[in-house]
């Protein structure tokens, strides 16, 4: 079934929504790259809560009307117009107010929320609202969408998306260095402005299919797992933006299959899942990683100060550097050096001169600033440059260069 | 006081007068809250001069040049660039912020911040070509960072991330150059390379106002100095305006006897 699933096999409307929520999550991981690089992340917490009075009183207002009130679009556009809402309170409670935008966050999100649950019980009670299903605008709900509206959401999608890589450079400026983007001309509140649009527009998008308690998920963990992967912005966007496809493509796959499982949850897991693995296994910044590199080094610097105290005759007092010069044969049982031993040390003894000249020349910066007491220098410098490194060497202490 | 007073009469006749000066603040007040931290300063910086603005902690220096720039809004003032608003000019005005200002465990390399200062040339979506990466080597090699081109921003030295920032900001080719504290917390290296650079520039005719802490190189590195403690104290060459008497009138007495005696050196 799942199997099915994955493999677009369970009709054409199942396929339509699982691909709306691939877009969804690329949109998702894109823009929410941004607003995870310029701090904010939690602004998007503070959107997505604020959209529930707004789809209530749309509902209304369309009952109202003579509608039955459950045109997805209407719905959406009610919720964005009070997501705008919360969105502006933020921003004028955070730069009018002397609170703190967390403080400002905190107090609209829960204020919209209680507000929408008081209005989504009012509709409990009317004739109409029973069958309104509003309950799936919290943790989604993918099940009995029409035709239409996946279209609508995959479209959209697809638009933010676009947006978002239309704007990327005053994006990253703005997130980098907003002093600087503001004296180079870029106008940083309408960029902010701009972000928290494409924001607003993916929580409204994803409102139905991730619902609106989880979909701070969807902008925040796809960028916290890409950074895990590199040093570069365009390369956070891209991997953001596939971890978030896959996600959403996984997640509402799995809930087409399974009727009873809400979509907004296993996307969230799946997220989740890409994040654990690039936590624990991601080269460079994971866990693991560090680790062992952690190790590595240590056992590097344990052999170079035996190594070191050899040269000199020193006496070696701890334990693990003299199992590591046993184990790689530099010392026989008896703490006697080895010929091979004599000779590391003495190799060691010549990179460290080497390296007090290196870092004592300002044309050798480059390289000295990768000291780390254990490289060799051969690895960092030419030929020609350890040639003139050596003739510093030979020639007595004091005499200029 | 004298020195002072006429000074600023001088700027104040020239309040009314036309201005091509490559950068004029005029009654120019910013604020934080209730207290003004710049309060009507005049300022009009001489083309083609290295000029550094010289105040104790507090005095307004970094506030002056981001109201001037428009990064903050002033209470009242007017600013203008080679005669025209700021806004028509930007595409003339280079800015280095402080080091500080930013997080350096942003995910971009040095090359990229370089390419950063080309963004306005290549508009939303010029695509970055072959040109432009050569622009921007050159610039590190300016200031002595090619070779760290590849490198992770945070792996840098404080003073190595100022000469990227140096670099940004030359890769814009501009006619003016405002510096906020360039040399607060640089290694010796660094400042002898960032002033060398400074001075080419001053001597291409470009001109370079730099907010500056250091009192003891003021005479060295700058052709004027403009001193401000909220208000504007004096603004001239070094040689007739860097004087005890003006500085004990900026610092209002918080630079003890010994700090003077070792200024009096290069005192103008």
New interface residues.
């Given amino acids: 079934m799942i199997s099915d699933a994955l493999l677009l096999g369970l009709g054409y409307n199942a396929t339509l929504v699982t691909l709306g929520a691939m877009l969804l999550g690329m949109a998702a991981g894109v823009g929410g790259t941004f607003l995870f690089l310029r701090k904010r992340a939690l602004v998007s917490d503070a959107v997505s809560h604020a959209t529930l009075p707004g789809v209530g009183l749309a509902f209304i207002i369309m009952v109202a009307l003579g509608g039955d009130g459950r045109s997805l679009v209407g719905l959406l556009l009610g919720g964005a117009v009070s997501a705008g809402i919360g969105l502006l309170c933020v921003s004028w409670l955070s730069t009018r107010t002397r609170l703190a935008e967390d403080a400002a966050i905190g107090a609209v999100l829960s204020v919209f929320f209680g507000f929408g649950i008081v209005i989504l019980t009012v509709i409990q009670s009317m004739s109409a609202g029973r069958q309104a299903g509003l309950e799936g605008f919290l943790l989604g709900s993918t099940a009995g969408m029409l035709r239409t509206d996946a279209i609508v959401l995959a479209g959209s999608a697809a638009l933010t998306l676009l947006l978002v890589l239309l704007l990327r450079r005053p994006l990253t400026l703005a997130a980098f260095d907003p002093e600087y983007a503001s004296a180079s001309g870029r106008n940083v509140t309408r960029i902010d402005l701009a972000m928290m649009g494409i924001v607003l527009a993916v929580t409204v998008v994803g409102l139905k299919i991730v619902g609106l308690i989880l979909i701070v998920a969807l902008l925040i963990i796809p960028p916290v797992t890409a950074r895990f992967w590199t040093e570069r912005t365009d390369h956070v966007v891209m991997i953001a933006g596939l971890a978030g496809g896959a996600s959403g493509y996984v997640g509402a796959a799995t809930s087409a299959a399974l009727p009873n499982v809400p979509t907004g949850p296993i996307i969230v897991l799946a997220s989740f899942a890409l994040f654990a693995l690039s936590l624990l296994f991601a080269p460079g910044r994971g866990v693991l990683s560090s680790f062992l590199r952690h190790r590595t080094f240590q056992k590097r610097v344990h052999l170079r100060q035996g190594l070191l105290a050899l040269a000199q005759n020193q006496p070696i007092y701890e334990g693990l550097t003299m199992r590591l010069l046993k184990r790689a044969g530099l010392v026989l049982a008896d703490g006697v050096p080895t010929d091979a031993g004599q000779a590391r040390a003495a190799k060691a003894m010549l990179d460290e001169a080497r390296w007090t000249i290196v870092r004592g020349d300002h044309s050798y910066e480059a390289a000295a600033v990768l000291y780390d007491g254990l490289t060799d220098l051969e690895t960092l410098l030419t030929t020609d440059q350890l040639r003139d490194v050596d003739a510093q060497l030979a020639r007595p202490q004091g005499v200029g260069a | 006081m004298s020195v002072e007073l006429a000074t600023l009469n001088g700027q104040q006749a020239d309040r009314t007068a036309r201005n091509d000066s490559p950068l004029a603040v005029r009654g120019l007040t910013v604020s934080y809250g209730q207290k003004p931290a710049v309060f009507s300063v005049d300022m009009t910086v001489r083309a083609g001069a290295m000029t550094a603005i010289i105040g104790p902690n507090g005095a307004g220096k970094s506030t002056l040049l981001?109201a001037a720039?428009?990064?903050l809004q002033p209470l009242a003032g007017t600013v203008s660039v080679m005669g025209k608003t700021v806004?028509d000019m930007?595409d003339s005005?280079a800015?280095v912020?402080q080091r500080a200002?930013?997080?350096w465990d942003?995910?971009?390399?040095v090359i990229?911040?370089v390419m950063?200062g080309l963004?306005?040339q290549?508009g939303?979506?010029g695509r970055v070509r072959q040109k432009h990466r050569d622009q921007a080597m050159a610039c590190l090699t300016r200031v002595?960072m090619a070779?760290?081109a590849k490198r992770?921003i945070g792996?840098?030295?404080g003073g190595?991330q100022q000469r990227v920032f140096l670099a940004?900001a030359l890769v814009?080719d501009a006619d003016l150059y405002?510096l906020d504290e360039p040399f607060a917390g640089v290694d010796a290296?660094t400042e002898k390379a960032i002033i060398d650079v400074l001075k080419s520039l001053r001597d291409a005719g470009k001109t370079v106002v730099v907010v500056h802490h250091d009192l003891s190189t003021v005479t060295d590195y700058f052709d004027d100095v403009f001193l401000i403690n909220t208000k504007a104290i004096a603004h001239g060459a070094v040689e007739t305006t860097f004087t005890q008497e003006n500085l004990q009138t900026t610092y209002g007495g918080r630079l003890g006897g010994a700090q003077m005696d070792a200024l009096s050196g290069t005192l103008g």
């Avoid at chain 2, 942003?106 to 390399?109: A, E, G, I, S």
């Fill in positions: 981001k720039l428009g990064i806004a930007r005005i800015y912020p200002s930013v997080d942003f995910p971009t390399r990229d911040v950063m963004y306005a290549l939303l979506l002595g070779d760290f992770q792996q840098l030295s190595q940004r814009q405002l290296a």
